[in-house]
């Protein structure tokens, strides 16, 4: 089992900047990709961005694409998005999600999600 906990949301003006992040705990987390989904009120939950188990590789959905940036502290047990240039169609609640396959936006291919936090953006 591996637990997750995302940290980091709250409400923050458009063109501003907000860092993520998702603890973990349980299994090895380097034996996981971990990847970051986000579900805006009335719409179904979307990928955003997956890192591989060693950081070398990473995915943007084309919204995240030049703004969004995905990391991860293996020695910290922990993935962050520094989300920056905000706009208020980012608002939605985010998960982070870890895999034991390679990154992939499919959401049935994550083993495990955290509870979410809200990220709200203001025009």
């Known amino acids: 089992q591996v637990q997750l906990v995302e940290s980091g949301g709250g409400l923050v003006q458009a063109g501003g900047s907000l860092r993520l992040s998702c603890a973990t705990s349980g299994r090895t987390f380097s034996d996981y990709a971990m990847g970051w989904f986000r579900q805006a009120p009335g719409k179904e939950r979307e990928f955003v961005t997956a890192?591989?188990?060693?950081?070398?590789?990473?995915y943007y959905a084309d919204s995240a694409k030049g703004r969004f940036t995905i990391s991860r502290g293996n020695a910290k047990n922990t993935v962050y998005l520094q989300m920056n240039s905000l706009k208020p169609e980012d608002t939605a609640v985010y998960y982070c999600a870890a895999t034991v396959y390679a990154p992939t936006t499919n959401q049935g291919q994550y083993n495990y999600w955290g509870q979410g936090t809200q990220v709200t953006v203001s025009s």
């Open positions: 890192v591989t188990w060693n950081g070398r590789s990473t």
